[in-house]
């Protein structure tokens, strides 16, 4: 029963392990939709996962309870400018990462080293900024990186847009 400015009363059942694929023209909603999951957006309606209710909704309340969001503009919203591949690749990750609310380099390493060599990112090293891979390599460092949350919900908006065709059989 989500409604919000580009919905009306949708109901999705998902089960675990299943994929669902919204499609449409761009603007009638599947954006909308995403978001709203997400806890980017406000809606009304319920979302329920593994039969709980989800409440005080919003992005934190979205993420503690392992729903992912993967955004369609990794220029704007996706890829953070200035910091390195592993540093992208492990944002999602900082409890995993961290030692009594600091970082720890051994284990930011230890993650990306597995996202790049997983999902075949290239990159000279994963210290190199992000900005200066292609798209298609940044775009799988953020798919890799949102994976490696282990994510109860993944969504995942366009995740081959502006990728050449290479990158988008490997994703």
Do not use: M
Not at 72 to 93: A, K, M, Q, W, Y
């Amino acid at each position: 029963g989500v409604s919000s400015q580009g919905l009306h009363e949708l109901s999705l059942d998902v089960k675990k392990g299943e994929i669902i694929g919204l499609a449409g023209i761009e603007g009638n909603g599947q954006k909308d939709l995403l978001r709203a999951i997400a806890g980017l957006e406000k809606f009304s309606g319920d979302v329920v996962v593994d039969g709980i209710r989800l409440s005080r909704y919003n992005q934190a309340g979205a993420v503690a309870n392992g729903i992912v969001y993967l955004t369609g503009d990794r220029h704007v919203e996706g890829v953070f400018s200035g910091l390195s591949v592993g540093e992208n690749i492990t944002f999602r990750s900082l409890p995993r990462v961290g030692v009594a609310g600091w970082l720890s380099r051994r284990k930011v390493d230890e993650v990306a080293t597995s996202v790049t060599a997983k999902f075949a990112v290239k990159t000279p090293s994963i210290a190199t900024p992000i900005e200066s891979l292609s798209g298609g390599n940044q775009q799988k460092a953020l798919l890799g990186g949102a994976l490696a949350t282990n994510p109860r919900v993944f969504l995942v908006e366009e995740p081959t847009q502006g990728v050449d065709v290479g990158a988008k059989s490997e994703i």
